[in-house]
């Protein structure tokens, strides 16, 4: 892919290859990323990654073209400490919390984006959101958004502070989605379905209503009342989940509060290490 060409000339070094790193290295070298452009950093790399033509933990190339960092934020301080003076290279990070100003603190003058990606990333089908500091030309920004487009869907910021609630939707969001396809398997063995065939129930509507829901043209407001006929079954369940005091609105609401609020006190812990 033309996109990748500089990348493939100057190099990628990617720092914590653990999930996100993993999914994301996996997409980019699906869309042409060569593997001997790729500088893989990390102490216990997966067996998955050895012998796949990856540099692993090898020396640095001298000018690489993007420097991604997908470590855990506690880790950051130490991944940081390990690196050399890249001035002349993109620096993306996907770490939660961690500000726009600390990547400047460690890479004075250079092109920083920060990236929220999300997991289905492993299947092509995340979304990332991302904004880069006043560095970063529309040349890095197109850069970055290709390299996250091999990983599924791209959306930019206008505010670095919309990045936590970013966080707290779309970064954690996936949790909260099996967490509702366990909830409903076991909702559906508590009116003595089997425990597999639950869970099968569960798992393929929540899949096949995302999928729906995708890329409609209706709202989904317009899809919930396609399912609900007046009086019937899913009107009486709907009751309960969208009662204003006791219903999901009030509790996805503290759920993503909760989320957000860490990731605002993650960046305040990290600029204070
Ligand atoms: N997972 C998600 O849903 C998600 C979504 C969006 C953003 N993120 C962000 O992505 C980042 C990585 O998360 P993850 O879930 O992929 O974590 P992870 O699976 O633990 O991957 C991080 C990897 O980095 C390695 N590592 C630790 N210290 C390192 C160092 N100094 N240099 C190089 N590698 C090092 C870890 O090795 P050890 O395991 O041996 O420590 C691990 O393999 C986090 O900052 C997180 O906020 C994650």
Same mark, same amino acid.
């Given at each position: 892919?033309?996109d990748?060409?500089?990348?493939? $000339?100057?190099?990628?070094?990617?720092?914590?290859?653990?999930?996100? %790193?993993? +999914?994301?290295?996996?997409?980019?070298?699906?869309?042409?990323?060569?593997? %001997? #452009?790729?500088?893989v950093?990390d102490?216990?790399?997966?067996?998955?990654?050895?012998?796949?033509?990856?540099?692993?933990?090898?020396?640095?190339?001298?000018?690489?073209?993007?420097?991604?960092l997908?470590?855990?934020?506690q880790?950051?301080?130490?991944?940081?400490? /390990?690196?050399?003076? =890249?001035?002349?290279?993109?620096?993306?990070?996907?770490?939660?919390?961690?500000t726009?100003a600390?990547?400047? /603190?460690?890479?004075?003058?250079?092109?920083?984006v920060?990236?929220?990606?999300?997991?289905?990333?492993?299947?092509?089908?995340?979304?990332? /959101?991302?904004?880069?500091?006043?560095?970063?030309?529309?040349?890095?920004?197109?850069? @970055?958004?290709?390299?996250?487009?091999?990983?599924?869907?791209?959306?930019?910021?206008?505010?670095?502070?919309?990045?936590?609630?970013?966080?707290? =939707?779309?970064?954690?969001g996936?949790?909260?989605?099996?967490?509702?396809?366990?909830?409903?398997? +076991?909702?559906?063995?508590?009116?003595?379905?089997?425990?597999?065939?639950?869970?099968? =129930?569960?798992?393929?509507?929540?899949?096949? +209503?995302?999928?729906?829901?995708?890329?409609?043209?209706?709202?989904? #407001?317009?899809?919930?009342?396609?399912?609900?006929?007046?009086?019937?079954?899913?009107? #009486?369940?709907? /009751?309960?989940l969208?009662?204003?005091d006791?219903?999901?609105?009030?509790?996805? #609401?503290? @759920?993503?509060?909760?989320?957000?609020? $860490?990731?605002?006190?993650?960046? $305040?812990?990290?600029?204070?290490?």
């Open positions: 892919m033309s990748f060409n500089q990348i493939n $000339r100057r190099g990628l070094v990617l720092v914590g290859c653990g999930r996100m %790193g993993g +999914a994301m290295l996996t997409g980019w070298l699906a869309r042409g990323l060569e593997p %001997g #452009a790729v500088t950093l102490p216990r790399l997966a067996p998955e990654w050895q012998d796949r033509g990856l540099r692993v933990n090898a020396a640095l190339p001298e000018r690489p073209a993007v420097l991604v997908a470590v855990k934020p880790m950051m301080g130490d991944a940081l400490a /390990a690196m050399p003076d =890249l001035s002349d290279t993109l620096v993306i990070s996907v770490a939660a919390g961690t726009i600390t990547f400047e /603190a460690a890479f004075p003058g250079a092109p920083i920060r990236v929220m990606p999300n997991t289905p990333a492993a299947i092509g089908q995340g979304i990332s /959101a991302m904004i880069g500091n006043g560095a970063a030309t529309p040349a890095h920004l197109d850069l @970055t958004e290709a390299l996250m487009r091999a990983v599924g869907r791209v959306v930019r910021l206008d505010r670095e502070d919309q990045m936590d609630a970013v966080t707290g =939707l779309s970064g954690s996936p949790a909260y989605v099996f967490h509702l396809i366990e909830a409903m398997a +076991a909702a559906g063995e508590a009116q003595g379905l089997p425990a597999a065939l639950a869970l099968e =129930l569960a798992r393929v509507t929540v899949a096949g +209503a995302g999928a729906l829901a995708v890329d409609a043209d209706e709202d989904p #407001a317009v899809l919930r009342q396609n399912v609900t006929s007046p009086n019937g079954t899913t009107a #009486a369940g709907l /009751a309960v969208m009662d204003a006791t219903g999901l609105p009030p509790l996805m #609401a503290r @759920t993503v509060a909760a989320a957000t609020e $860490r990731a605002k006190e993650l960046g $305040r812990e990290l600029g204070r290490a």
